[in-house]
């Protein structure tokens, strides 16, 4: 089963009050992945977007912060995958602490992102992830199976591209 964040001190985040995880990556046996993740919202560009619309392939969820300097740090390595994975897989942003969506959207045109993130400063979006994903963890990444359910997961900074590739081609 997942495991709920490595780290339990707030340190080295500069006074943000996150944790950022140590990488661990969680693989679920696909006879224990549950229920399928109901998540609906608004992305960056006020477009609904809903996780059930996207089954039928696997879906990695990326949480992220723009003032989070490890996501910030990945970002590079998500964009080339989302470009590596293609109609493959979908990749989906769920963009949380941002006050408002003009500062997620400045980061998307930055790091020139290609696919959608909902926005969520609040966190509730997290509730979907109950049980298996602290809601202070950022970043972190799920890889959905193509029936919504939670096949895997990175909490903290994705180690390299290989590493999530491989998650995603396994189910495939």
Known sequence: M????????????????????????TEVP??????????????????????GD?????????????GCPPCRAEQPMLNQVADELGSSAQVVGINIRDSSPVIGSAYVRKFDV?????????????????????????PATLVLD????????????VPTKLTLTDLVDGLT
Do not use: H, M
């Open 2 to 25: 997942l495991l709920l964040a490595g780290c339990s001190s707030t340190g080295g985040t500069e006074g943000k009050q996150y944790i950022s995880g140590d990488g661990r990556i």
């Open 30 to 51: 696909q006879a224990d992945r549950g229920d399928p993740i109901e998540l609906d919202g608004q992305t960056l560009d006020g477009q609904s977007l809903s996780l």
């Open 54 to 66: 996207l089954r039928g392939k696997p879906v990695v969820v990326n949480i992220w912060w723009s």
């Open 114 to 138: 290609p696919y959608p993130s909902l926005y969520d400063p609040s966190g509730k979006a997290l509730l979907a992830f109950q049980g298996r994903l602290s809601p202070r963890t950022i």
């Open 146 to 157: 193509s029936q919504g359910r939670i096949a895997a997961s990175i909490i903290g900074r």
